[in-house]
Structures are given as structure tokens and as C-alpha cells.
């Protein structure tokens, strides 16, 4: 399965911006999809996961309230994004799971990555 992330940019904080990452190739067997991000620096962290048949999705505490994850149609998901803020600056990545234990929203559970989406938010 491939994954084509889009949708970064350059914003003001509290301004929205959505992210959609498009899949391709056999998708079947996939068990959860999520978008996580890295910052300059920083480890690669967990933004929100969810189940790719539906139900319900985990977000971490820093965008909790103010972004969504949404996609049903089995070909993509996307990640609205309100009122940014300049900590939520970094590369933006989709991913895919065929594993369990993709709830925990670790890294190692995602075997399938997008190439990445840049958002830069600036005060």
C-alpha cells in the first residue's frame, strides 16, 4: 500500500488548515490508519489514530478539541486542523497499520508511512 500525503503549509496562528492523505494499492488487511508529526529535533509523535473500519479515534492531549480525523471511504483520511498553534509546527506523516496494536499509537505498529506534508504556524 502507498500513501500520498497533502495539504501543509504556511499559517497564522489560529487559522485551520486540512491535511489529506490518499491511499493506493491493496489496502485490504489494513487494521488502523493515523497522521503523526516531527518536529525540528524531535522525535516523531503521535497525532491521532483511528480505526481504519470506523469507530473511534484516539488523539493526543496537545491537539485534543482542536483537530479531527475523518475518512470512511476506504481510499483516504484527512486531518482538519483548527486553531493552530506555532508549537504545532512539523512535518505532518500518514500512516498505515496491518498490525494490531496500533491503538497505542507507537510508531513501530505503522509498517506503511506517506512521504510528509510540511506545516509551518507562525505567531
Known amino acids: 500500500v502507498q500513501l500520498q500525503a497533502s495539504g501543509g503549509g504556511s499559517v497564522q496562528a489560529g487559522a485551520s488548515l486540512r491535511l489529506s492523505c490518499a491511499m493506493s494499492g491493496g489496502t485490504g488487511g489494513i487494521t488502523g490508519v493515523g497522521w503523526f508529526r516531527q518536529a525540528p529535533g524531535k522525535d516523531r509523535e503521535f497525532v491521532v489514530v483511528k480505526s481504519w473500519t470506523g469507530g473511534t479515534a484516539w488523539y493526543s492531549d496537545s491537539v485534543k478539541g482542536r483537530f479531527t480525523v475523518s475518512g470512511d471511504n476506504f481510499k483516504s483520511f484527512d486531518l482538519q486542523m483548527h486553531s493552530l498553534k506555532p508549537e504545532d509546527t512539523a512535518v505532518y506523516y500518514c500512516?498505515?497499520?496491518?498490525?494490531?496494536?496500533?491503538?497505542?499509537?507507537?510508531?513501530?505498529?505503522?509498517?506503511?508511512w506517506g512521504q510528509g506534508t510540511l506545516v509551518t504556524v507562525s505567531s
Open positions: 500512516a498505515a497499520s496491518r498490525r494490531t496494536g496500533w491503538a497505542t499509537g507507537e510508531t513501530e505498529y505503522f509498517g506503511y
